[in-house]
């Protein structure tokens, strides 16, 4: 079955740093990616829909300068969180849309996610 | 503003029964309700999707109904077994945006 790897699993860094999170689609290709942020017994919040060769689209509230979005590829989008501070700290979950799929637009394949702790 | 709740926020059954959770949502009119399972510090799992033309949709022991006039989603484990142990989320969705509530931890006791 489809298949999406994100990496790292597991990031603890000094606030101030800027940190990289990767998200591939393994086994297909993956115009549009979802990028989500999921704070402890919250539910998932939609960050930003990342696009193929053309800008990401983010959610109202969300800062385009501080989350980073690029989507180079078919296959993998990037997040960097930039100059990350303490209250940036959270477990961020990238998704990817199958369109060969049953589905026309549904339903979205998860990665495993990226703890994030800012120290 | 757009609100999903899920009944509530643990359920604890003894194997073998019947578990029954609860997505209501408001200001909303989605094409597709999804159900997902996740586990700790694991990303969320498609388990069934129900249109909203449809009333009813089984997969091996999960049953999902849907009723667009009370805004409401049931989702059923039947025989459950201490492996169905997480936490299940809907989720709303219209064109390819998902909208999560925040999910009901199930634990299944041997």
């Known amino acids: 079955g489809a298949v999406v790897s994100q990496h790292p699993s597991w990031v603890i860094c000094k606030s101030g740093t800027s940190v990289k999170i990767e998200c591939r689609s393994l086994?297909?290709?993956?115009?549009?990616m979802f990028w989500y942020r999921q704070f402890p017994k919250q539910s998932l919040m939609l960050m930003a829909t990342?696009?193929?060769?053309?800008?990401?689209?983010?959610e109202q509230g969300v800062e385009k300068d501080k989350f980073l979005i690029n989507h180079a590829s078919l296959t993998l989008s990037t997040l960097t969180v930039t100059s990350a501070h303490p209250e940036d700290s959270s477990f961020y979950i990238c998704?990817?849309?199958?369109?060969?799929?049953?589905?026309?637009?549904?339903?979205?394949?998860f990665g495993d996610g990226t703890r994030l702790s800012i120290l | 503003s757009q609100k999903i709740e899920q009944n509530s926020e643990a359920l604890n059954i003894q194997e073998g029964k019947t578990a029954t959770l609860t997505c209501n949502y408001t200001?909303?009119?989605?094409?597709?309700l999804q159900w997902y399972r996740q586990d700790p510090g694991r990303g969320p799992v498609f388990l069934l999707l129900?249109?909203?033309?449809?009333k009813e949709k089984r997969k091996e022991r999960l049953k999902v109904t849907f009723d667009t006039t009370l805004k409401q989603s049931l989702f059923h484990i039947t025989a459950s077994q201490p492996a169905d142990s997480a936490t299940y989320l809907c989720?709303?969705?219209?064109?390819?945006?998902?909208?999560f509530g925040a999910g009901t931890t199930v634990t299944v006791r041997a």
């Open positions: 998704s990817a849309r199958d369109p060969g799929t049953e589905y026309s637009n549904q339903p979205q394949h």
């Open positions: 200001n909303y009119s989605p094409a597709y």
């Open positions: 086994d297909f290709q993956a115009t549009t």
């Open positions: 990342s696009n193929e060769g053309s800008k990401a689209t983010y």
């Open positions: 989720a709303l969705a219209n064109d390819y945006k998902l909208s």
């Open positions: 129900i249109r909203e033309n449809e």
